[in-house]
Antibody, heavy 124, light 107 residues
Framework: QITLKESGPTLVTPTQTLTLTCTFSGFSLSTSTMGVGWIRQPPGKALEWLALVYWDDDRRYSPSLKSRLTITKDSSNNQVVLTMTNMDPVDTATYFC????????????????WGQGTLVTVSS | ETALTQSPGTLSLSPGERATLSCRASQSVSSSYLAWYQQKPGQAPRLLMFGASSRATGIPDRFSGSGSGTDFTLTISRLEPEDFAVYYCQQYGSSLHFGGGTKVEIK
């Protein structure tokens, strides 16, 4: 049974760096084809993919946010960490981490298991 | 960069009715790399379909997906009370993009 849970601050001030941790169970990021991604959703709005890391440390980022994002994995502790620099009020959103599987061809794929999400508010 | 447009924005239907949701891509989606998710208020999205027409594990067969190229459809054959939610399409492949969502509400 795959589960994921996000943790981190609920409130950050503008210009700060946000650090979120995804702690998961039911799979290992040392196992071939496994991956974990981050997706966010501003209140009342649509989903937006942010970043993804695969078992082999292949990291992918949304082109529009790439300069602000860093994703890292700690396979031994079953965690994935996302940092986002220079936070702004428009970054207020629920941040989800989710499991994905790599099926080849250098592509990115869909997310089949999701965490419950964590709401991050950016305000002074 | 592919943009996904979902229509209608809101669909007002009664339980037992058929729901047809559209997802149109700004450029052809290779290999039908199109997924659908269901999201209820306060919950995470749930994967319904992948590869445009393959149901995810545990998804009832009243949900079906179709389409290719730039036009995709999610159909719910007979709406159950638990199906009223927001539905998102997602293109995957060289990058990942979500559509703006369609809300299916009770009429």
């Amino acid at each position: 049974q795959i589960t994921l849970k996000e943790s981190g601050p609920t409130l950050v001030t503008p210009t700060q760096t946000l650090t979120l941790t995804c702690t998961f169970s039911g799979f290992s990021l040392s196992t071939s084809t496994m991956g974990v991604g981050w997706i966010r959703q501003p209140p009342g709005k649509a989903l937006e993919w942010l970043a993804l890391v695969y078992w082999d440390d292949d990291r992918r980022y949304s082109p529009s946010l790439k300069s602000r994002l860093t994703i890292t994995k700690d396979s031994s502790n079953n965690q994935v960490v996302l940092t986002m620099t220079n936070m702004d009020p428009v970054d207020t959103a629920t941040y989800f981490c989710a499991h994905t599987t790599y099926y080849g061809s250098g592509n990115l794929y869909f997310f089949d298991y999701w965490g419950q999400g964590t709401l991050v508010t950016v305000s002074s | 960069e592919t943009a996904l447009t979902q229509s209608p924005g809101t669909l007002s239907l009664s339980p037992g009715e058929r729901a047809t949701l559209s997802c149109r891509a700004s450029q052809s989606v290779s290999s039908s790399y199109l997924a659908w998710y269901q999201q209820k208020p306060g919950q995470a999205p749930r994967l319904l379909m992948f590869g445009a027409s393959s149901r995810a594990t545990g998804i009832p067969d009243r949900f079906s997906g179709s389409g290719s190229g730039t036009d995709f459809t999610l159909t719910i054959s007979r709406l159950e009370p638990e199906d009223f939610a927001v539905y998102y399409c997602q293109q995957y492949g060289s990058s990942l993009h979500f559509g703006g969502g369609t809300k299916v509400e009770i009429k």
